[in-house]
């Protein structure tokens, strides 16, 4: 069985994921409690895709995301490194392409927004994964980011920690081709950034008017950004806007 390490070594995260591509979408609604539908809706409307806007969706796995996305008439493309994943969801109807994060097969300024959705802790380098989604992305376009978080309240951080990751392993063995994966998955929710830190490598890497909103206690934000003109890449202060509690 395959698993990753925290060192993130691109060939070892993407052999694990496709061991993991076989049952990836049920396991997944299965240990969020279908809440992985709410995720995917609300990111939807951060990214705000209006009909005829490009849109990357990074990280896309199965492209259950990118299908979501492009219900607003975007063309949205999925890519991945996984291969196995991009397999798993050959039956979506959405263009998919094999991609490393660091290294993006697509010209500069090309998309009008990127998105990430429970991927971007699995890059090895965040900010020069970030610093690529920049490239990419024209002047003006947008960034979201949905990923895993650490809870404010401290009893919910409490059983986030250790009640919630230490059972993800068990409760994935029944329904994953590769449950031992899920010890990994485990630790790396575990070792993430916080909301704030992560708005500051955004900012690190590039993007303006960073934000960010608390989904489901805060084990789930949601940050958004948008691409500077050029020329004003400078860094800046990583924005403290956190908008309310979200759901």
Known sequence: MSR??????PHDVASMFDGVAKGYDRTNSVMTLGFDRRWRETTRQALDAAPGERVLDLAAGTAVSTVEYARSGAWCVAADFSLGMLRGGAHRDVPKVAADALHLPFRSGVF???????????????????????????????????????PGW??????????????????????????????????SMRDW????????????????????????????ALHRAVNP?????????AATREPPEGS
């Open 4 to 9: 990753a390490g925290l060192d993130k070594d």
């Open 112 to 150: 009008d927004a990127v998105t990430v959705s429970f991927g971007l802790r699995n890059m090895n380098d965040t900010v020069a994964a970030l610093r690529e989604m920049a490239r990419v992305v024209r002047p003006g376009g947008r960034l979201v980011i949905c990923e895993v978080s650490q």
């Open 154 to 187: 401290r009893p919910a951080r409490w059983a986030y920690h250790h009640l919630l990751l230490r059972a993800l392993p068990w409760v994935a063995r029944p329904f994953s081709s590769n449950s031992v994966a899920y010890r990994y998955l485990a630790e």
């Open 193 to 220: 950034h916080d909301q704030r830190s992560l708005a500051e490598l955004i900012a690190e890497s590039g993007w303006h008017e960073v934000e960010w909103m608390n989904l489901t206690l805060g084990a789930v």
């Open 229 to 237: 003109p050029a020329g004003t890449r400078e860094a800046e202060p």
